[in-house]
C-alpha cells in the first residue's frame, strides 16, 4: 500500500480514522502527564494504575450492565485512584518502600480484577462480551463517541497542567522548596495523580492494561534526550506520543492480524531508541562522535607541545624532530601521523625529510598557548 492510500485511509476511512484519532489522544494526555511522572521519579505509576484499573472496568459492568465507554472509563478511574492513595498511604504510614508498595499493589488489584473478570466471563449474559479486550487493548473497537469522551476527558487534564503549571512545575523538581512556600503539597499530589490516573484509563480501550504503561514512560523518555527545559519536553513528549498513536493506526490498518495498541508501543519504542542515539545533547552517537574529536583535539595539542619540548631542549624551538621520537613520546595514545598532518594543514609543522617534522611559526605561537594552558606550567 502507497503513502497516498495510506492518507485517502485515515481520511476517508471510518475506521481508520477514528483509531487514529483515538490513539493519537491518548499519545497527546499520556505524554503530557507521563512528562511529570518521569520527572517525579514516578514512572513505575503507569504500570500500577493500569493494572489496578481492571477491577474497577469490571464491576462497573457489574454494577451497571453497560459497556459504554464513560461508564467503563469512570469505573477504571476509581479503581486507579484509590490503588494510588493506598499505595501513598503505605509509603507514608509503614516502613515499606515505595517500588514495594507499588509491587503489592499492582499485585492485589490486578488478581482481583483477574478473578472478577473470570467471574464475569461465566455469567450467562452476553453482554459481557469483550471485557477481557482491556487486558491487551481493541482499538479496532472505538467508536466516535468514545474518541469524544477521550477527548474531553485529556482536554480537562490538560487544562488543568496549564491551571497549575507554575504548582506543578516546582513540586517536580523542588517539592521541599514548595512546601516552604505554603503551596498545598498534599492536594497538589493528588491532583496531580489523579490527572495521570485520567490519562491511563482513558487508553485502556485502545492499548489496554498490559501495554499502558508504556505510553505513559517512553513518549517522555525520548522527549528528555532532546531538551531540558519542561515546557519543551511536554510538547515533545506529547508530539511523540501523537506520532506514535498516528504511526501505529496506519501500520496496523495494512493487514489483519495487527493490533493497535502493540503496534503503538513498538512506535515509540523505536521513537525512543532514535532519541537515546541521535539526540543533539544527549544522544549517544553524538556522544561517541563528541568523545573522538575530544581526544583527536588532545593528541593535536600533545603532538604539538611536545614538538615545542623537544625544540626548547635543543635550545631551538624550530629544530626538527623524527617521528619516532614523537610517537615514543605518546606511547599508548596513537594518531601521531595523522596528527602530524592535521598540523600540516593547518600550517602549524612542515616536513622537512621523510620523517623528520618541525615547527612553524603559526605552530611555535599555538604550542607557547597550549603549554600555558597545561596544568603543569601552573
Known amino acids: 500500500m502507497t503513502l497516498p492510500d495510506l492518507l485517502n485511509n485515515l481520511l476517508f476511512d471510518y475506521t481508520v480514522r477514528t483509531v487514529a484519532l483515538g490513539a493519537m489522544v491518548l499519545g497527546v494526555v499520556s505524554g503530557a502527564l507521563g512528562t511529570f511522572a518521569l520527572l517525579r521519579k514516578q514512572s513505575l505509576l503507569g504500570d500500577a494504575v493500569s493494572h489496578a484499573a481492571l477491577p474497577g472496568v469490571v464491576i462497573a459492568f457489574l454494577l451497571t450492565r453497560s459497556k459504554a465507554s464513560i461508564v467503563l472509563i469512570l469505573g477504571a478511574a476509581i479503581a486507579g485512584w484509590l490503588a494510588t492513595i493506598w499505595m501513598m498511604n503505605i509509603v507514608k504510614h509503614t516502613r ?21 473478570l473470570t467471574f464475569t466471563q461465566r455469567l450467562p449474559d452476553s453482554r459481557q462480551a469483550g471485557l477481557d479486550s482491556f487486558l491487551f487493548g481493541q ?40 512546601a516552604s512556600l505554603g503551596f498545598p503539597i498534599s492536594f497538589l499530589d ?98 561517541w562522535v563528541r568523545q573522538r574529536r575530544n ?32 610517537r ?7 594518531g601521531v601521523q595523522r596528527s602530524l598532518l592535521t598540523l600540516e594543514e593547518r600550517g602549524h609543522v612542515v616536513r622537512e625529510d621523510e620523517h623528520k617534522w618541525a615547527l612553524t611559526e603559526s605552530g611555535l605561537e599555538e604550542a607557547r598557548k597550549i603549554t600555558q594552558q597545561s596544568p603543569q606550567s601552573e
Open 96 to 116: 515499606v518502600k515505595e517500588d514495594n508498595a507499588l509491587g503489592l499493589v499492582l499485585s492485589v488489584f490486578f488478581g482481583f480484577g483477574l478473578m472478577l
Open 139 to 178: 482499538a479496532a473497537t472505538l467508536l466516535t463517541r468514545d474518541v469524544l469522551t477521550m477527548a474531553a476527558l485529556g482536554g480537562i487534564s490538560l487544562l488543568l497542567i496549564g491551571v497549575f503549571w507554575k504548582e506543578f512545575k516546582l513540586l517536580s523538581f523542588d517539592r521541599e522548596f514548595a
Open 190 to 287: 493528588i491532583l496531580l495523580t489523579t490527572l495521570l490516573v485520567i490519562a491511563i484509563v482513558i487508553g485502556l480501550q485502545a492499548v489496554g492494561v498490559v501495554l499502558m504503561s508504556a505510553m505513559v514512560v517512553a513518549p517522555a523518555a525520548a522527549a528528555r534526550q532532546w531538551t531540558d527545559r519542561l515546557g519543551v519536553m511536554l510538547f515533545l513528549s506529547s508530539f511523540f506520543g501523537a506520532l506514535a498513536g498516528l504511526i501505529g493506526a496506519l501500520i496496523s490498518s495494512l493487514g489483519s492480524g495487527l493490533s493497535t495498541g502493540p503496534v503503538v508501543v513498538l512506535s515509540i519504542s523505536v521513537i525512543v531508541l532514535v532519541s537515546l542515539f541521535f539526540a543533539p545533547n544527549r544522544g549517544l552517537f553524538w556522544r
Open 295 to 326: 581526544r583527536r583535539k588532545l593528541r593535536i595539542g600533545s603532538v604539538l607541545s611536545n614538538l615545542y619540548t623537544l625544540g626548547s631542549q635543543h635550545g631551538d624551538p624550530k629544530h626538527a624532530h623524527s617521528i619516532e621520537v614523537l
Open 328 to 334: 615514543a613520546m605518546n606511547y599508548g595514545r596513537g
